[in-house]
């Protein structure tokens, strides 16, 4: 029980380290632990998945069952918040949905990293998700675009109260959306940060209270790490939806 | 194992206030931002940025109002499927 000093530093799993430090055309591209942590929770989806279907039976292994639930559940998820051929964007949903989703809960391994909790990532995936929305937008609708901002069923006399709110309420998304993961993210992981320092400096016989409580907040994180992921990709499942049908 | 579950639901009820500050404080940025911009442009300091604090508010309950009607969707989902 001689070990050092514990520091309080809740903010020290935050820090991004250049594993390698790299620019290619005055852009940084530099391997930071964010990086590495972002392809291993690629890779481990994909090899995750390529396993449980490896030799797909009639009858489900257990592998097999998980992999075709996890399929359902974001078809499910798909059908009911996309009205029309929703079907063709599941590959999309699928795949940021389960990023995400390894992404928040890989980051709860002691020792590894968040990629969610850098507000850079969470803004290049909700900039990515809008742009996209916005583009099919304008493809499906055209000059329809425009008309979205106008609920229709108003006296005319509050169209200029109503447009520029629905405009800000539509800038916002990208932000809130982008916010959102990254604070969640962020908050659930400095809260276990400072309880582990709280369970290190307390004498011996109330270590275990924070520690206990950690255990508690570690279940609530994985809790929080899959609605996060939920709520990013419904909300992108709901925009990709006004994108498509005009109300 | 039913009160483990309810005990994390309870302790992870924090998400939902950052939730709803999100909603609320994007959207008034944002239309500060609009407002900033707007009067910078045509030199109107701060009537501009007045009013669209205001549109930026109102927005932001907008947008409150559609993530908690999602969030109820949520609830009566069977969300809390095993994940893989």
């Known amino acids: 029980m001689s070990a050092a000093e514990p520091k309080l530093e809740p903010l020290h799993h935050f820090q991004v380290v250049n594993y390698l430090e790299l620019e290619l055309f005055g852009v940084d591209l530099s391997i930071s632990n964010s990086v590495v942590w972002m392809w291993v929770s690629a890779i481990a989806v994909f090899v995750l998945f390529r396993l449980a279907l490896r030799s797909p039976a009639i009858i489900p292994g257990r592998m097999q069952m998980l992999a075709e639930a996890a399929y359902l559940f974001i078809r499910h998820m798909v059908d009911e918040n996309i009205r029309g051929d929703g079907r063709r964007y599941l590959p999309l949903i699928f795949a940021l949905f389960y990023f995400v989703l390894f992404c928040n809960l890989l980051g709860l391994i002691p020792g590894a990293f968040t990629p969610t909790s850098q507000l850079v990532v969470t803004a290049t995936l909700a900039i990515g998700v809008f742009g996209y929305s916005v583009a099919l937008r304008v493809v499906r609708q055209g000059f329809g675009f425009f008309r979205a901002f106008a609920p229709s069923g108003l006296p ?29 993210m962020t908050a659930g992981h400095t809260v276990l940060g400072v309880l582990a320092f709280f369970g290190l400096a307390l004498p011996w016989f109330a270590t275990w209270l924070p520690l206990g409580f950690s255990i508690v907040l570690n279940g609530a994180e994985i809790f929080i790490g899959f609605i996060q992921a939920y709520i990013f990709t419904v909300l992108t499942c709901v925009y990709i939806d006004d994108a498509l049908n005009a109300h | 194992m039913r009160k483990a579950k309810a005990i994390v639901k309870q302790t992870a009820g924090y998400q939902w206030a950052i939730r709803v500050g999100t909603e609320l404080v994007a959207a008034t940025m944002i239309g500060l931002g609009v407002g900033y911009m707007l009067d910078k442009w045509l030199g109107t300091r701060p009537w501009f940025l007045l009013l669209f604090f205001l549109f930026g508010v109102f927005a932001g309950f907008l947008n409150l109002y559609r993530v908690l009607q999602l969030d109820m969707q949520v609830q009566q989902d069977p969300g809390d499927e095993k994940d893989s």
């Open chain 1, 156 to 184: 005319p006399l509050l169209l200029p109260l109503m447009i520029p709110i629905e405009v800000l309420s539509f800038m916002a998304r990208p932000v809130s959306l982008a916010v959102r993961l990254f604070a969640n």
